[in-house]
C-alpha cells in the first residue's frame, strides 16, 4: 500500500531555531516528491523534489531527496513566528493523471 | 487573479440531504482533483479529471460523484450525506507538465 509518512506529527520551537522536519515515502510509479505549507486555509506550494537529488532553497527554506533512502527533509533556519503552520509532504504518482498522496503532516509552532 | 475558487465556505447538512460543492479555476488547468482533509489522516484524494469529459476516481471516492464539463468547472456532488462525511474538502488544479497544484481555500462541511 502507497503510504507517505511524516515526522514528528508536531514541533515547538523559539525564534531563530532551526528546524528540519522529515518524509519518508513509499509510492508506486513515484514521479516527485513535494512539499506544501499550510496556514488557515489552503496548502500553499514550496518545492517539488525528483530522484536527481538537486536541492531546492526558496530564502530560509531548504530540501532535497534522498532517492536512495526514499525520504526527504524540509530545514527552515532562523525561524520566524510567520513559519508556524502545517508542512505537508506529498508523493506524486499515476503517470499522466499527477495524482498526489499526503501524509499526515508536521504542525510547527514558532515562538516569539 | 481569483485561481481557484470554491464555494461554498461552509455548509451544515443534515444526514441524507444531497449538495454539490462547486470548484472553478480560471488559469486554464488541465488537471483538476478533490481533496478531503480530517484530523490525522491528511489529504485524501476523492476524484480527478485530466480534462474536460473525463474523470475517475481517487482513495475515497463512496458516496460522491463528479463530472467535468467544461476546462474550468469540476463540482463534487454528495449524494446522500452522512456523519462520515463531515471534512473540510479542497479543490486543486494544475497543468499537466506541472507538479505544483494550487489550492482553492476549502469548504467546511458539516454533516449533523
Known amino acids: 500500500e502507497d503510504k507517505v509518512v511524516q515526522s514528528p506529527l508536531s514541533l515547538v520551537v523559539h525564534e531563530g531555531d532551526t528546524v528540519t522536519l522529515n518524509c519518508s515515502y513509499e509510492v508506486t510509479n513515484f514521479r516527485s516528491l513535494l512539499w506544501y505549507k499550510q496556514e488557515k486555509k489552503a496548502p500553499t506550494f514550496l518545492f517539488m523534489l525528483t530522484s536527481s537529488g538537486i536541492e531546492k532553497k526558496s530564502g530560509r527554506l531548504s530540501s532535497i531527496l534522498d532517492k536512495k533512502e526514499l525520504s526527504s527533509i524540509l530545514n527552515i533556519t532562523a525561524t520566524q513566528t510567520g513559519d508556524s503552520a502545517i508542512y505537508l509532504c506529498?508523493?506524486?504518482?499515476?503517470?499522466?493523471?499527477?495524482?498526489?498522496?499526503f501524509g499526515t503532516g508536521t504542525l510547527l509552532a514558532v515562538q516569539p | 487573479n481569483a485561481g481557484v475558487t470554491q464555494t461554498p465556505k461552509f455548509q451544515v447538512l443534515k444526514t441524507g440531504q444531497s449538495m454539490t460543492l462547486q470548484c472553478a479555476q480560471d488559469m486554464n488547468h488541465e488537471y483538476m482533483s478533490w481533496y478531503r482533509q480530517d484530523p490525522g489522516m491528511g489529504l485524501r484524494l476523492i476524484h480527478y479529471?485530466?480534462?474536460?469529459?473525463?474523470?475517475d476516481q481517487g482513495e475515497v471516492p463512496n458516496g460522491y460523484n463528479v463530472s467535468r464539463s467544461t476546462t474550468e468547472d469540476f463540482p463534487l456532488r454528495l449524494l446522500s450525506a452522512a456523519p462520515s462525511q463531515t471534512s473540510v474538502y479542497f479543490c486543486?488544479?494544475?497543468?499537466?507538465?506541472?507538479?505544483?497544484?494550487?489550492f482553492g481555500s476549502g469548504t467546511r462541511l458539516t454533516v449533523v
Open positions: 479529471s485530466v480534462g474536460a469529459g473525463i474523470t
Open positions: 486543486a488544479s494544475s497543468y499537466p507538465s506541472s507538479y505544483g497544484y494550487t
Open positions: 506529498a508523493g506524486s504518482y499515476g503517470g499522466a493523471t499527477n495524482k498526489l498522496i
